[in-house]
């Protein structure tokens, strides 16, 4: 728990530097986000163990920075953290510890935007380190993809509107303590899907409620998968610039 701490007010730091430093002009908004997810997790990967599935939940801490152009094009990056145990039934003994860090970068642009109803299409990028720790001490997972980025919004009022976004993979980077390659929509698969509801009670602040799902499958010979559902909550701090 003190390393996410520590991590999440490191992180908060470097986003208020940013936000004190950002020059636009008045027409620009820009918001930081924090958010709480509570995670229910499977992963299957036989590189580390030869279990065929693992069971985890734990809470997942992310904190990122968006900036709405003039255009009403949209560029986000978004830092994520997660520790957790992966559990099994099939021998206790062989449960792993499990860290995830996290870093998504995208820019979309306003393709169609009306007074309720908008649409953005562009193109998004996933960093990630996964650390387990076994008997054998720590192995590290390093994976890099690219995918389609999609984002709808509908505003019902001033104060209330749904969101949903989807991105797709179309290129995968994985590098192990045994392996490395670059794979294609041949061999890997993978989505990135969510949906929430946004109240905005105030210029200075919105709140989020929202659901994420993530499905990543890479079928080699150490094959790999991991499924999350994620229920959060977010804080945006918006100003402008």
Same mark, same amino acid.
């Given at each position: 728990?003190?390393?996410?701490?520590? /991590?999440?007010?490191?992180?908060?730091?470097?986003?208020?530097?940013?936000?004190?430093?950002?020059?636009?002009?008045?027409?620009?908004?820009?918001?930081?986000?924090?958010?709480?997810?509570?995670?229910?997790?499977? /992963?299957?990967?036989?590189?580390?163990?030869?279990?065929?599935?693992?069971?985890?939940?734990?809470?997942?801490?992310?904190?990122?920075?968006?900036?709405?152009?003039?255009?009403?094009?949209?560029?986000?990056?978004?830092?994520?953290?997660?520790?957790?145990?992966?559990?099994?039934?099939?021998?206790?003994? /062989?449960?792993?510890?499990?860290?995830?860090?996290?870093?998504?970068?995208?820019?979309?642009?306003?393709?169609?935007?009306?007074?309720?109803?908008?649409?953005?299409?562009?193109?998004?990028?996933?960093?990630?380190?996964?650390?387990?720790?076994?008997?054998?001490?720590?192995?590290?997972?390093?994976?890099?993809?690219?995918?389609?980025?999609?984002?709808?919004?509908?505003?019902?009022?001033?104060?209330?509107?749904?969101?949903?976004?989807?991105?797709?993979?179309?290129?995968?980077?994985?590098?192990?303590?045994?392996?490395?390659?670059? @794979?294609?929509?041949?061999? @890997?698969?993978?989505?990135?899907?969510?949906?929430? @509801?946004? @109240?905005?009670?105030?210029?200075?602040?919105?709140?989020?409620?929202?659901?994420?799902?993530?499905?990543?499958?890479?079928?080699?010979?150490?094959?790999?998968?991991?499924?999350?559902?994620?229920?959060?909550?977010?804080?945006?701090?918006?100003?402008?610039?």
């Amino acid at each position: 728990m003190r390393i996410q701490l520590f /991590l999440f007010l490191f992180l908060m730091s470097i986003f208020s530097v940013i936000a004190q430093t950002t020059v636009g002009n008045s027409k620009t908004k820009n918001k930081l986000k924090f958010t709480t997810s509570y995670n229910f997790g499977a /992963l299957k990967n036989l590189e580390i163990a030869p279990v065929s599935r693992y069971d985890y939940t734990g809470l997942i801490y992310k904190i990122g920075y968006e900036r709405i152009t003039k255009k009403k094009n949209l560029f986000n990056i978004e830092f994520d953290y997660l520790e957790s145990t992966l559990e099994t039934d099939v021998i206790p003994v /062989l449960n792993l510890g499990y860290t995830k860090l996290g870093l998504g970068i995208s820019y979309v642009k306003n393709i169609y935007n009306d007074d309720n109803f908008s649409i953005h299409l562009g193109l998004k990028s996933n960093s990630n380190i996964s650390t387990y720790s076994t008997r054998n001490g720590e192995r590290n997972l390093f994976s890099q993809s690219f995918s389609l980025a999609s984002i709808f919004n509908y505003r019902i009022n001033e104060k209330h509107s749904l969101f949903s976004e989807l991105s797709v993979p179309f290129i995968f980077f994985r590098s192990t303590h045994a392996t490395s390659g670059i @794979y294609s929509l041949k061999d @890997y698969q993978g989505l990135s899907w969510s949906f929430g @509801y946004k @109240y905005s009670p105030f210029e200075q602040f919105d709140f989020t409620f929202n659901y994420n799902f993530n499905y990543e499958r890479l079928q080699i010979t150490s094959a790999f998968r991991e499924v999350q559902q994620q229920l959060g909550f977010v804080l945006f701090l918006n100003f402008r610039s």
